[in-house]
């Protein structure tokens, strides 16, 4: 054993490889016991593949099969690795070497394990590199050594500062996500952050002294946290030419967002004619929470979130919307019911069933088509087919707001159907006048309150500094002083 009970290494290399490839079944009966004076081993990674080293070099191919064998002592030859000096400044030094097809080396990493460094030439991961490093050359490398221990973690401790190292980037990442909120582009939400720092912090128990899942898990982390840093230039920008370049970037996406789904310039005016007229301005709502779920900000995971919260507002709306449509296609087919009836009345109601069919129809299908696309691949399909529609935003908003759109209409022929019953019910004597006179003022009333409470509940979620009431009130005040000081005038 080499570190502990928890890896197990077996030696495999004897003379009997060398002169020929060694099968399946050959491979199988190699054991400690056969090749005990063989410095090569094989180390098993958590998940369960393999890869040997002999102490100096690291190789991901079977060395007990003799081409490999010789390309790995050929390229060790070549690059004088076997006049390293294994007491002095090379020990910590691991040298990863890659075989291909041919037995030939295609490319060597070395690895530094005292400073946590790694790079493809030795002179760059030497001891005495370190000091002529900038923050970017610096994350860049030990993005390669914590890959290259992610992939290896058996054969060598956890390093010391990889605990420290993760806690305090870990700490940040949670102090961003309270100080941006949605805003914040690091690399896991807040909850993430919390799991994340508890897990870290149980890895300092004994038990995990000589774990490779330790050193696997915690390579893995920091090697996405050096590679979050290498995508926001970590080091290399002044505090403004941060802001300003992060501004940019997110000044850019909503250009790009909002060209890349804009109709002809010629059609927008005929569009917004018909959302504002037609659909009642519905249809602009939806656009919002369209782009709302589909904006990235620098999280893959806020993204999902997003359109799970999305999906599941589509779906409780359209069940509201759905429950109210069938309640008042009863009440317009119990209006067709009436005999008797003016053809005013007749054709009011038949649009008003019409409207709620409509409604109900395509708010069925949208709860069945939505309610159970929640996977990711599905809300990358979605924004595609969004944003390359002939109409942009503006037609999928339209197309999502019919439901709603239909029920209004329902609405409003039906109280044109009721409205036209109660004035064409009438007998022509003066009572009967009388009562359609009172039942069309207090519609009037009813209106009035209806269009005023519509208009404030509508208005109340933006701000305005100045109010149409105040500025009739100015309108009314310019045409009255200036008469009042005109006659003033006179006077004098």
């Not at 992939?151 to 605990?163: D, E, G, N, Q, S």
């Not at 802001?243 to 804009?262: G, P, V």
């Amino acid at each position: 054993m080499t570190r502990s009970n928890t890896f197990d290494t077996i030696a495999i290399r004897d003379e009997f490889q060398l002169n020929h490839r060694a099968s399946d079944s050959e491979k199988e009966g190699l054991s400690s016991d056969s090749f005990k004076h063989n410095d090569w081993k094989v180390f098993v990674h958590p998940q369960g593949s393999v890869y040997f080293s002999n102490g100096q070099i690291v190789v991901d191919q079977d060395v007990r099969d003799s081409e490999v064998l010789d390309g790995i002592q050929s390229g060790a030859s070549y690059m004088g690795l076997d006049s390293w000096d294994s007491e002095g400044s090379e020990r910590e030094i691991e040298v990863q070497l890659n075989i291909n097809s041919k037995g030939e080396c295609n490319f060597a990493l070395f690895v530094n394990h005292s400073h946590c460094i790694a790079a493809y030439a030795y002179d760059k991961a030497r001891n005495e590199a370190i000091g002529d490093m900038d923050p970017e050359t610096l994350n860049r490398r030990r993005r390669l050594y914590w890959n290259f221990m992610w992939t290896h973690p058996a054969h060598r401790r956890c390093p010391a500062r990889a605990v420290p190292d993760a806690c305090d980037s870990l700490a940040w990442f949670y102090a961003d996500n309270l100080i941006s909120g949605a805003g914040s582009i690091v690399p896991f939400s807040k909850e993430e952050c919390e799991e994340l720092l508890k897990r870290v912090k149980e890895f300092e128990l004994p038990c995990y002294e000589n774990s490779s899942a330790k050193t696997s898990f915690l390579s893995w982390l920091l090697r996405e946290i050096c590679s979050f840093r290498n995508a926001e230039m970590y080091g290399q920008l002044t505090r403004k030419e941060f802001s300003d370049r992060r501004q940019d970037k997110l000044t850019q996406h909503k250009a790009h967002s909002n060209s890349s789904n804009r109709p002809a310039n010629f059609m927008i005016p005929v569009l917004h004619l018909i959302i504002n007229c037609v659909f009642f301005g519905i249809p602009y709502s939806y656009m919002r929470l369209v782009k709302q779920s589909f904006e990235y900000r620098g999280r893959l995971a806020g993204m999902q979130a997003s359109w799970e919260t999305y999906i599941e507002r589509l779906v409780r709306e359209y069940s509201h919307f759905l429950l109210i449509s069938t309640v008042l296609l009863s009440a317009t087919v119990g209006f067709l019911a009436v005999p008797d009836v003016s053809r005013i009345v007749e054709i009011a109601a038949l649009v008003s069933a019409f409207s709620s069919l409509g409604s109900i129809i395509v708010g069925v299908f949208a709860i069945w088509r939505h309610q159970a696309k929640f996977r990711t691949t599905d809300s990358f399909t979605y924004m595609r087919n969004v944003q390359h529609n002939l109409l942009g935003f503006y037609g999928h908003a339209m197309l999502l707001s019919l439901p709603p759109v239909l029920l209004v209409w329902a609405i409003i022929t039906f109280t044109i159907s009721t409205l036209a019953y109660a004035v064409d019910s009438s007998g022509g004597n003066q009572a009967d006048w009388v009562a359609i006179v009172i039942i069309l003022v207090i519609f009037i009333c009813i209106l009035g309150v209806v269009i005023a409470a519509l208009y404030t509940l509508t208005m109340i979620w933006t701000y305005h500094n100045d109010y149409w009431w105040t500025r009739l009130g100015r309108v009314v005040k310019k045409g009255v002083y200036p008469r009042q000081s005109k006659q003033m005038g006179l006077v004098v």
